[in-house]
């Protein structure tokens, strides 16, 4: 695996990849910025934002299997996944792997190391992955002078600490993989891509690490879900026929 740090990568556009190079018009900031439902909520357009908007940093591209960045590393700046799937994960003491999460274009990665001033854990893009960058020190101070930017960064917290409730717990193995297509469809909703039609970067070996499920124990739940019509698979697309029952 090659690793490129956050910091070692000028921020930079790349005409290639339509979704990274976006960065919205003179009014709004693109689809995927992690702050947009703040500066919507609050009536904020760009011009407003000017000062947020010399913050972001546009970095990249990661390729598959390249760190972002790496557990102990010093954080200084908040990340926000502009294309592509990023994986956190940390090592036991073994050198065994454990996923803690995936994210999509949208979401922030590296909240959780605010506290310590140190990265907790390890994030590798998937697939193509285009960052913007976010000076955290500037951006907290930034957030005491706008309320919804700072509400923006409360949510994203808890929104990370929701997600982690997925595995708390002793939920039955088909209540975590039903829970975890349904979360996943949400998220790809909310970033305007198709709820029904999931097009996994992550192989099953991760999705099982992370729900702390057997490989095979995933691959046995899904084809019981395709036998009875809740879902279809296509190698690593997953169509979700039937919503209600998996919410069920």
Known sequence: MGCARMSQIPGKRQPGNPAAADDGDELHFCSTCAFSDACVSQGYGKSE???????????????AGMFLFREGDEFNAIAAVRAGTVKTFVLDANGNEQVLGFHLPGEVIGLSAIHASRYPCNAIALDTVMLCRFSFPKMALLASRMPGLQQQLFRLLSQDIGKAELLAGDH??????????????????????????????????????YLRLAPETVSRILKRMSTEGMVEVQQREIALLDQERLLA
């Open 172 to 209: 039955p193995a088909d209540e975590r993989m039903a829970a975890f297509l349904v979360a996943l469809s949400r998220r790809y909703a909310a970033r305007g891509f198709s709820p029904r039609r999931l097009n996994l970067t992550m192989t099953r070996a991760d999705i099982a690490n």
């Open 49 to 63: 934002l000017a000062d947020l908007h010399v913050l972001v940093e546009h970095v990249g591209p990661f390729r």
